[in-house]
């Protein structure tokens, strides 16, 4: 079934996720001028201790908010717009940067909004017609699936990580907002009300705060539209506005995590994330799923840098996060899925010794034996869950020792993970992934790869996949016209500056493959200006050997020769003599590259794509 996919995209495809190309009338336009938005965005990051935003800070919020209301002027669908300008109360106000923490997020790129509106559509594809999911996704046609297996990846999530369900959703509710989208963003927030009423017999110590969050959108969505959007108030009268003072500490605690969920889902600043949830733990400790989100959050930050400074073990605070959440409940799935990735990156990175949780290996034989009858039990427990399946297989055919790979276990998780859903685009790529590193079969993964770009054009890794592909293929593909034609568009405009430098330096190195080398100068000159580190070449010819590049062409002695040439003319060319050389050196290792300030987190469109003038998107913040 998987092999019919794959030389069939387009059958594939019909299923995707809506596109995310962004029309030329963006709703957020320039950001405002009111001598308001002299405010630093740390000045008007909302405290945990507080519980309060300074007045100059709420005028700089309504400043944003005004933008994005008159951005709908010009969108097809509100040509009466009247109640629009309706004042936006500072108590509503007040309440919502309480929920979101961070005014920048209603100033953010409008290619963000519209990644985040991207990534959450697949994750709320997962649902079924029946039964508690049937209440959280909206617009999915979900009919016609009664011959298949339903996914149970949401109703996993709401029960066992309710926070971060309902965090999700109001981040795909913000998205709304400020993309301009009322009508869906209501719609949405009729789900997010159902959400909290199933979580309410599941969590109810947790649904004052989700009251609070529900409440706060809902009269922000009526009081700002003159309440033409008609939002039914499911408790209270109609715009009663909810006082985050007047919450217990739990509640406060509560509309804490969802704000931390936002940020994980806006690419806000992982220390901003990783800040709140160690105060939240520390006020309360009681709540599983919360030390599960900082180990995470730590993690992510762990990764959060170019890679060259990743370190691959876990942390010791990231090993005390998850062994709290062992003594709390050590049968919670995700619990375990915690834990396997704290396994997973101890050993990588160590001969396999472990210690956490009570649980005590010396070498990797025991780990890794001890990992794969875990997985098997939660694959077991979980047969309907898309993410366990595609998740577990990466690591029994990509991160454990080679020797240990378990290559028919790893292709069976893929299967089932498939099967359950073919349009979850972190299946596909990992099809493409297993496709080249464990069968060799360079075509059918590039057409794995293919699929998943074409699924979610957002989708970085799967696009360097294709890149490099491409490059191994110059008779068939002109890379480096792909990659230009690529950085133009809306879903290259999400992605973070230092993985746009990479596909830079690839393109350089198409050029290079095709004898182009002025262009290939060009590109890396760019690359230079930003990251050195890209330049020490020390990936390169093992790229080579996996994508098959005719090392005639291209390979890393290749290029060390030819940059010795160049730099031996570079007195033909005065202007480049400081980046011919220092191109040189780094290339050679007889200098050390600057360390890279650039990092995986973002909410404006990189700067860099000044350069490229992205096609049908504004890239400007507001």
């Given at each position: 079934?998987?092999?019919?996919?794959?030389?069939?995209?387009?059958?594939?495809?019909?299923?995707?996720?809506?596109?995310?190309?962004?029309?030329?009338?963006?709703?957020?336009?320039?950001?405002?001028?009111?001598?308001?938005?002299?405010?630093?965005?740390?000045?008007?990051?909302?405290?945990l201790?507080?519980?309060?935003?300074?007045?100059?800070?709420?005028?700089?919020?309504?400043?944003?908010?005004?933008?994005?209301?008159?951005?709908?002027?010009?969108?097809?669908?509100?040509a009466?717009?009247?109640?629009?300008?309706?004042?936006?109360?500072?108590?509503?106000?007040?309440?919502?940067?309480?929920?979101?923490?961070?005014?920048?997020?209603?100033?953010?790129?409008?290619c963000?909004?519209?990644?985040?509106?991207?990534?959450l559509?697949?994750?709320?594809?997962?649902?079924?017609?029946?039964?508690?999911?049937?209440?959280?996704?909206?617009?999915?046609?979900?009919?016609?699936?009664s011959?298949?297996?339903?996914?149970?990846?949401?109703?996993?999530?709401?029960?066992?990580?309710?926070?971060?369900?309902?965090?999700?959703?109001?981040?795909?509710?913000?998205?709304?907002i400020?993309?301009?989208?009322?009508?869906?963003?209501?719609?949405?927030?009729?789900?997010?009300?159902?959400?909290?009423?199933?979580?309410?017999?599941?969590?109810?110590?947790?649904?004052?705060?989700?009251?609070?969050?529900?409440?706060?959108?809902?009269?922000?969505?009526?009081?700002?539209?003159?309440?033409?959007?008609?939002?039914?108030?499911?408790?209270?009268g109609?715009?009663?506005i909810?006082?985050f003072?007047?919450?217990?500490?739990?509640?406060?605690?509560?509309?804490?995590?969802?704000?931390?969920?936002i940020?994980?889902?806006?690419?806000?600043?992982?220390?901003?994330?990783?800040?709140t949830?160690?105060?939240?733990?520390?006020?309360?400790?009681?709540?599983?799923?919360w030390?599960?989100?900082?180990?995470?959050?730590?993690?992510?930050?762990?990764?959060?840098?170019?890679?060259?400074?990743?370190?691959?073990?876990?942390?010791?605070?990231e090993?005390?996060?998850?062994?709290?959440?062992?003594?709390?409940?050590?049968?919670?799935p995700?619990?375990k899925?915690?834990?396997?990735?704290?396994?997973?990156?101890?050993?990588?990175?160590?001969?396999?010794?472990?210690?956490?949780?009570?649980?005590?290996?010396?070498?990797?034989?025991?780990?890794?034996?001890?990992?794969?009858?875990?997985?098997r039990?939660?694959?077991?427990?979980?047969?309907?869950?898309?993410?366990?399946?595609?998740?577990?297989?990466?690591?029994?055919?990509?991160?454990?020792?080679l020797?240990?790979?378990?290559?028919?276990?790893?292709?069976?998780?893929?299967?089932?993970?498939?099967?359950?859903?073919?349009?979850?685009?972190?299946?596909?790529?990992?099809?493409g992934?297993?496709?080249?590193?464990?069968?060799?079969?360079?075509?059918?993964?590039?057409?794995?790869?293919?699929?998943?770009?074409?699924m979610?054009?957002?989708?970085?890794?799967?696009?360097?996949?294709?890149?490099?592909?491409?490059?191994?293929?110059?008779?068939?593909?002109?890379?480096?016209?792909?990659?230009?034609?690529?950085?133009?568009?809306?879903?290259?405009?999400?992605?973070?500056?230092?993985?746009?430098?990479?596909?830079?330096?690839?393109?350089?190195?198409?050029?290079?493959?095709?004898?182009?080398?002025?262009?290939?100068?060009?590109?890396?000159?760019?690359?230079?200006i930003?990251?050195?580190?890209?330049?020490?070449?020390?990936?390169?010819?093992?790229?080579?050997?996996f994508?098959?590049?005719?090392?005639?062409?291209?390979?890393?002695?290749?290029?060390?020769?030819?940059?010795k040439?160049?730099?031996?003319?570079?007195?033909?060319?005065?202007?480049?003599?400081?980046?011919?050389?220092?191109?040189?050196?780094?290339?050679?290792?007889?200098?050390?590259?600057?360390?890279?300030n650039?990092?995986?987190?973002?909410?404006?469109?990189?700067?860099?794509?000044?350069?490229?003038?992205?096609?049908?998107i504004?890239?400007?913040?507001?």
């Amino acid at each position: 079934m998987m092999e019919t996919a794959a030389a069939n995209s387009a059958a594939a495809n019909s299923a995707a996720a809506t596109s995310a190309a962004a029309t030329s009338a963006a709703a957020t336009s320039a950001a405002a001028t009111s001598t308001a938005a002299t405010a630093t965005t740390d000045e008007a990051i909302v405290t945990l201790a507080t519980g309060s935003l300074p007045n100059y800070n709420v005028n700089l919020v309504v400043c944003y908010l005004n933008q994005i209301r008159k951005g709908l002027t010009s969108m097809e669908g509100y040509a009466s717009t009247s109640y629009l300008e309706a004042p936006i109360p500072n108590e509503v106000v007040k309440s919502l940067m309480e929920i979101v923490g961070n005014p920048e997020l209603f100033n953010a790129a409008y290619c963000c909004y519209r990644r985040v509106l991207n990534q959450l559509s697949f994750q709320f594809f997962n649902t079924n017609k029946t039964g508690l999911s049937d209440t959280i996704n909206s617009g999915n046609d979900v009919e016609n699936k009664s011959d298949r297996i339903i996914p149970s990846d949401l109703e996993d999530q709401i029960q066992y990580k309710p926070t971060e369900a309902f965090g999700d959703k109001v981040a795909q509710i913000i998205a709304y907002i400020c993309a301009g989208e009322l009508l869906p963003a209501s719609e949405e927030l009729t789900n997010l009300q159902r959400m909290r009423d199933n979580l309410l017999h599941l969590y109810s110590d947790l649904d004052e705060g989700f009251y609070f969050v529900a409440k706060t959108f809902e009269c922000f969505l009526n009081m700002t539209t003159g309440n033409h959007l008609n939002i039914v108030s499911h408790q209270e009268g109609k715009n009663v506005i909810p006082i985050f003072d007047d919450l217990t500490a739990k509640g406060k605690l509560t509309v804490r995590v969802v704000q931390s969920h936002i940020f994980r889902n806006f690419r806000c600043k992982s220390n901003q994330l990783v800040d709140t949830l160690k105060q939240v733990v520390i006020e309360d400790d009681s709540v599983t799923e919360w030390w599960i989100t900082l180990a995470e959050a730590v993690r992510r930050k762990r990764r959060d840098v170019p890679k060259h400074y990743r370190g691959k073990r876990p942390l010791d605070e990231e090993y005390q996060y998850v062994d709290k959440a062992l003594k709390l409940d050590s049968e919670n799935p995700f619990v375990k899925l915690t834990l396997m990735d704290c396994i997973i990156d101890c050993l990588r990175d160590s001969k396999g010794s472990f210690v956490c949780g009570g649980i005590t290996f010396t070498n990797s034989g025991e780990t890794v034996a001890f990992m794969k009858d875990s997985c098997r039990k939660l694959l077991k427990q979980f047969p309907r869950s898309v993410k366990f399946h595609s998740q577990i297989s990466d690591y029994f055919a990509r991160f454990v020792t080679l020797c240990y790979f378990d290559i028919p276990f790893a292709e069976e998780c893929l299967d089932v993970a498939y099967n359950l859903n073919p349009n979850y685009p972190p299946t596909t790529h990992r099809l493409g992934i297993f496709n080249r590193m464990s069968k060799g079969a360079l075509t059918t993964s590039f057409e794995w790869f293919k699929i998943t770009e074409k699924m979610d054009s957002y989708h970085f890794n799967s696009f360097m996949e294709c890149v490099k592909n491409m490059i191994g293929r110059p008779e068939d593909y002109n890379a480096a016209e792909v990659i230009e034609e690529k950085l133009c568009t809306p879903g290259a405009c999400s992605w973070p500056e230092v993985d746009i430098l990479e596909l830079i330096f690839y393109k350089g190195i198409a050029h290079f493959s095709r004898k182009e080398y002025e262009e290939a100068l060009e590109a890396w000159e760019l690359v230079s200006i930003h990251n050195e580190e890209i330049f020490r070449l020390c990936d390169l010819d093992q790229t080579c050997g996996f994508y098959n590049w005719d090392e005639t062409l291209i390979s890393r002695d290749k290029l060390q020769i030819w940059m010795k040439n160049e730099k031996s003319k570079v007195d033909q060319c005065p202007t480049r003599t400081e980046f011919v050389t220092l191109l040189y050196n780094l290339m050679i290792g007889t200098v050390e590259p600057k360390k890279s300030n650039l990092y995986y987190n973002s909410l404006s469109c990189p700067g860099i794509f000044q350069r490229f003038k992205p096609k049908n998107i504004d890239t400007t913040n507001g």
